[in-house]
Structures are given as structure tokens and as C-alpha cells.
């Protein structure tokens, strides 16, 4: 599916489902992860456990921890992974509310 993302991927990858926050998603098989998502729309990876904030993919070489998800059950960087066939990717932190924190 064509975004209006300013992020560009090469028509001639091979397609794999994965799945983001419930959201099936066609990704180019073994592209970086992160680079995937941007291109596919995706520009909010996660929110900071403490206020909310939204994050996504900062420094694309695993410096920054900004483009966190879950894959799969584990909390990983999506700059560092490969996308692969099956993938369930989600947020990995909610924001907390008031009452949990008092």
C-alpha cells in the first residue's frame, strides 16, 4: 500500500505480512526494520513510558533508543532488525496513568 510518506523503498523487494499494533502491514522482505515502517507511514513507534510522548526512529543506528518496539514479545530496536515473514510488532510501553504513579 503507497503512503504519502517522503520516505522511498525499492519497488522490486519481495513482500512479507507483518503485523503493527493489529495493523496488517506488506513490508519488503529483509530491509531494516525501522526504514520499512517510515516508508509504509508508520512514524510513531512508541510513546515514553512517563508522559506520553510520541517517539519513532531518531538516529537509525542504534545509538538512541527511540525507535523501541516489541517483536514478538521482546522489547528490541527496530534500526537493528531485518524484517521478516510473520512479524507482530507493537508498542512497547503504554503511558502510565496518574493513579498507577501515586
Request: glycine share 8%.
Amino acid at each position: 500500500m503507497k503512503t504519502a510518506s517522503p520516505f522511498h523503498e525499492l519497488e522490486d523487494s519481495a513482500r512479507v505480512r507483518v503485523e503493527f499494533d493489529g495493523r496488517p502491514l506488506d513490508l519488503p522482505q529483509g530491509a531494516n526494520l525501522a526504514a520499512a515502517l517510515l516508508a509504509a507511514g508508520v512514524t510513531v513507534f512508541r510513546q515514553t513510558p512517563v508522559s506520553g510522548a510520541p517517539r519513532g526512529p531518531f538516529c537509525m543506528m542504534g545509538a538512541c533508543f527511540d525507535c523501541l518496539v516489541e517483536v514478538d514479545g521482546v522489547v528490541r530496536q527496530a534500526c537493528m532488525l531485518e524484517v521478516t515473514e510473520g512479524m507482530r510488532i507493537a508498542a512497547p510501553h503504554q503511558r502510565r496513568d496518574s493513579d498507577e504513579t501515586q
